[in-house]
C-alpha cells in the first residue's frame, strides 16, 4: 500500500515509521485542526474521527485515500476522550465501515446519550456560572453559542468499553490504556511500550496549555469537579511513563514529555500564586478574578477562563490557602 514520503523535515516521519499516520481535520473550533491517526496493523485503526460535518468527512476520507486506504477499511475505531471535535465522526466511520468502536468505560453514558448529556452538561454549566458570578446575559449568550455547536457531535455505539490498564492487542503491537481524566474526565491515552510511543489525545499539546474544563462529572453527581487539580495529578503520572514521542491532538509530535509536563507544572504554580494575591487583597468571585486578570474577555471564552480561575482556587483550597464563602447566592474566595 502506498506509503506518505517521509522527508526529513516531516515532525510525523517518525510515528509514521511506526505505522502510525496523522490525518489532521479542519474543525470550527478556535484550536483548530483536530489530529485523527490512522494506525498501519490489524484491526486497521483510526484514533479519533474528527467534527461532525461535511468538510471534515471529505478530509478525512481524502486523508485515508493519500495513505492507500479507505474508510471501509477501517476495523477499530478508538476514541481519546469525549471532546466533539474527536467524537463527531465516530459514529458515521463505524456505521459505514462496520468498525468496533472502543473508549474508555467511563465515556460510555457519555458518547452513547450525547444528546441528553450535552443539554445536561448545558445545564451544569450554567449553574456553575452562575454561582460564580458570571451575569445572566453572558451565560445566557454562551449557552446559545453551545447550543449551535452541538450539532459538531453525534451520539455513538461503543462496542467495546475499555478499563483503565487494559491492553489493546494488534498483530504488530499493543497499547496499554490509560484513564488520565482532567483536560475532560475521560481523557485517555494508549501507550505503546515497546515503541516508547504515546497517544495522548488533548491530554499533553504542545503549543497551548490543555485548558481543564471544569465538566459536569460522567457518574452523574451535581458537584463541582475539581479538574484542574484532577489533570496535574494525571500529568505526573504521565511524566513517569517511559516515552519518546507522544502523539497529540493538535498539533505537532512533542519529543520531551518531562520538560514540557515540568513548564505545566510550574505555570500552573505561578498562576495560582497570583490568584491568591488578589484574594489576599479583597475578597472576590472567580469571574471577578478572571476580570482581573483577563479583562473583559469575548463572551465565547468566559467559560474557559472560569474554568482556569477556578481550577487554581481549588488548588488553594486543597493547599488551605482559601476559603469559599457565600454572599448572596454568590460564591466569594477569601484567602486563609
Ligand atoms: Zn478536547
Known amino acids: 500500500m502506498a506509503q506518505r514520503a517521509a522527508s526529513a523535515d516531516d515532525p510525523y516521519a517518525p510515528a509514521g515509521a511506526a505505522g502510525i499516520h496523522r490525518i489532521a481535520i479542519p474543525t470550527p473550533f478556535a484550536v483548530g485542526r483536530v489530529n485523527v491517526y490512522l494506525i498501519e496493523d490489524e484491526p486497521l485503526?483510526?484514533?479519533d474521527a474528527g467534527?461532525?460535518?461535511?468538510?471534515?468527512?471529505d478530509e478525512l476520507q481524502r486523508g485515508l485515500t493519500r495513505l492507500g486506504r479507505s474508510l471501509e477499511d477501517i476495523r477499530l475505531v478508538i476514541l481519546t476522550h469525549q471532546h466533539i471535535d474527536h467524537l463527531g465522526l465516530v459514529s458515521l466511520v463505524a456505521t459505514r465501515s462496520g468498525a468496533e468502536v472502543t473508549a474508555i468505560d467511563v465515556a460510555v453514558p457519555f458518547v452513547e446519550n450525547y444528546a441528553l448529556e450535552a443539554q445536561a452538561e448545558d445545564d451544569f454549566a450554567r449553574r456553575i456560572m452562575l454561582r460564580h458570578g458570571i451575569p445572566e446575559d453572558v451565560a445566557s449568550a454562551l449557552q446559545a453559542v453551545s447550543q449551535v455547536f452541538r450539532g459538531w457531535g453525534a451520539r455513538a455505539e461503543v462496542t467495546r468499553p475499555l478499563h483503565d490498564g487494559e491492553e489493546l492487542r494488534f498483530r504488530d503491537r499493543s497499547l496499554t490504556t490509560h484513564h488520565r481524566p482532567g483536560h475532560s474526565p475521560s481523557d485517555t491515552v494508549f501507550h505503546d511500550r515497546e515503541r516508547r510511543i504515546l497517544i495522548a489525545g488533548d491530554h499533553l499539546l504542545g503549543h497551548i496549555s490543555s485548558?481543564?474544563?471544569?465538566?459536569?462529572?460522567?457518574?452523574g453527581s451535581e458537584a463541582r469537579p475539581q479538574a484542574l487539580v484532577a489533570y496535574?495529578?494525571?500529568?505526573?503520572?504521565?511524566?513517569?511513563?517511559?516515552?519518546e514521542i507522544v502523539l497529540p491532538g493538535h498539533g505537532d509530535p512533542i519529543s520531551?514529555?518531562?520538560?514540557?509536563?515540568?513548564?505545566?507544572?510550574?505555570?500552573?504554580?505561578?498562576?495560582?500564586?497570583?490568584i491568591h494575591r488578589l484574594i489576599a487583597e479583597r475578597p472576590r468571585s472567580a469571574y471577578q478574578l478572571a476580570q482581573a486578570l483577563w479583562g473583559n474577555v469575548a463572551v465565547t471564552q468566559a467559560y474557559l477562563t472560569l474554568s482556569e480561575v477556578l481550577g487554581h482556587i481549588d488548588l488553594l483550597l486543597c493547599a488551605g490557602r482559601a476559603r469559599e464563602v457565600t454572599r448572596d447566592g454568590l460564591a466569594v474566595f477569601e484567602a486563609a
Not at 485548558?211 to 457518574?219: A, E, H, M, V
Not at 496535574?232 to 516515552?243: A, H, I, P
Open 45 to 47: 485503526t483510526l484514533v
Open 51 to 57: 467534527p461532525n460535518s461535511g468538510t471534515a468527512f
Open 211 to 219: 485548558n481543564p474544563l471544569i465538566t459536569r462529572p460522567l457518574d
Open 232 to 243: 496535574l495529578e494525571s500529568l505526573r503520572k504521565t511524566r513517569e511513563m517511559d516515552v
Open 256 to 274: 520531551n514529555h518531562r520538560a514540557l509536563i515540568d513548564e505545566r507544572l510550574a505555570l500552573h504554580e505561578r498562576r495560582a500564586e497570583k
